[in-house]
Each structure stands twice: as C-alpha cells, then as structure tokens.
C-alpha cells in the first residue's frame, strides 16, 4: 500500500516543549504584540492555547504541564507583549481554573476567552459580615424560580467589587440540609440589577475592598458552577487555585506581587 504522509505540525505529549514552541511562533507570526492592541492579542494567544496552557485544548490550553507557561509568558514579554495587572487576578487565577473544571461547555466557551483577554474582570464572593471565617455558614439565600434563581444577601471584603464584570459567588440553596451540603456555586454577572457595590474606604483613602449587596438578583441557572448542592466542593477547588497562584504556582503571570487574599 501506500506510505502514509508524514505529520507535519503534530508533536506527541512525549514532546511539549516542542509544541508549545510551535504554538508561539505561531502566534508571533500571526500577530505582533508591540503593535497589536493586548486584548486582541491575547484573543490570539488563547485560541493558540497558550492562555492556561494546562487547560484542555479548545479551552485556552494544550494539556500539558504548567511548567511550561513560564516559557510562554517569558517569550512572549520578551517579544513585547504586555502583561495583565492586578484587575485580572481574579479571573486568571482563580475563577479560569474552577469553571474549566466544574463548568457547562457553554459557559467555559463564553467565560474564558474574555477572562483571558481581559474584557472582563472578575471578583470573589466568599466572605460574609456574620459568618467570619467559617464560609459554610454563609447567610446569602439563593431560591430557584423557572430556570433563574433568586439571589439575596450581603458580601464583605470583596476585592476589586467595584470594578468587577463578574464574581464567584457561593449561596445558601437549601437551608435545611447540613451547612457544608447546602451550598451552590454562581458566576455572578455584577452588572444585574440589585448588585450593589459599596467601597469601604481605607485609611489612605483608596478603596481596594468593597461590600456588595444583592437584592433579589434574578440569576440563571445557565451561571450556575457545578451542581446545586455541590458549591462547598467548587469553592474548595477555588481555593486551592488561590493558595497555588499565590504560592508560585502554574498560570498566567500578573503583573505587581499578588494580590492581599481575601478573608475567608
């Protein structure tokens, strides 16, 4: 028969480097940063899968070791590129990781690009006025009505609130079961309406902490992260991205030294 054509452009997962290297001169010859707008840019650099590089593919990411984003962002800086600040931290870091494990297919299509390209800014809204550091005992209500929830409640030393196009947010959906099991995980769009943002001011005058307030937020189901009932496990797996990210771990590079964490 036949010899089969040889395979150009295709490495096997015994040589990531080489791929991800590939991918980058790609993305290089396909746009130049130095003269390309950043978000269009890293529109790019997230359909090149080399956003989250351990992410699946289609998904911003070729499946491979997060060793290897040191090698994509110290490439692409060294080309021009600029990198993200602080406003996407929460996003990059945090939010990227959990939808791309416990979100719809729908909602990883529509969420991460924009995180990654820094359309959207996101915020975490874990801490509550009366639950101190025991986030099982939250006290925001969320009530399923059709296919929306219902979404009442107060969040306290929310980083970046102000600012922030979405945010993590984990609800009380069942009041009867035991604390831990009674929790649901959202993306909450901080645009709805009954989403206020309060700044608490600092000494110095700057607001980087907030209180946000929901009144009847009407959610749909389709922002819903992971099952209901299943929001302590997903805000877990939040967690842990934090810890990493602030650890050194894997991930795109912000720019400053990270963020204050949350009280949590």
Request: aromatic letters at 8%; proline letters at 6%.
């Amino acid at each position: 028969g036949t010899a089969a054509a040889p395979r150009r452009h295709t490495f096997s997962m015994a040589d990531p480097a080489a791929l991800v290297d590939e991918r980058i001169e790609k993305l290089l010859a396909e746009a130049d940063p130095r003269s390309t707008d950043p978000v269009e840019f890293r529109r790019h650099q997230y359909a090149a899968g080399l956003a989250w590089v351990h992410f699946p593919e289609g998904y911003g990411g070729l499946g491979v070791a997060p060793v290897h984003q040191r090698t994509i962002d110290r490439r692409l800086a060294a080309a021009g590129a600029k990198p993200h600040g602080f406003h996407e931290f929460f996003g990059l870091a945090m939010a990227g990781p959990t939808i791309v494990t416990h979100g719809t297919e729908e909602m990883k299509n529509h969420l991460l690009p924009r995180m990654f390209s820094g359309e959207d800014s996101w915020c975490q809204l874990f801490s509550e006025p009366g639950a101190g550091s025991d986030l099982a005992g939250l006290a925001t209500r969320a009530v399923l009505d059709g296919d929306e929830w219902v979404i009442s409640g107060e969040k306290v030393w929310t980083t970046l609130a102000h600012i922030a196009d979405r945010g993590m947010l984990v609800a009380r959906t069942d009041p009867e079961a035991p604390k831990h099991k009674g929790l649901t995980y959202f993306a909450l769009d901080m645009h709805a309406p009954g989403v206020e943002v309060r700044p608490l001011r600092q000494m110095t005058g700057e607001a980087e902490f907030n209180e946000v307030f929901m009144t009847e937020v009407r959610v749909p189901d389709s922002d819903r992260v992971g099952d209901v009932g299943d929001g302590w496990r997903v805000s877990m797996s939040t967690l842990m991205n934090e810890r990493t990210s602030i650890g050194g771990g894997g991930g795109p590079s912000t720019r400053g030294s990270g963020p204050i964490a949350e009280a949590i």
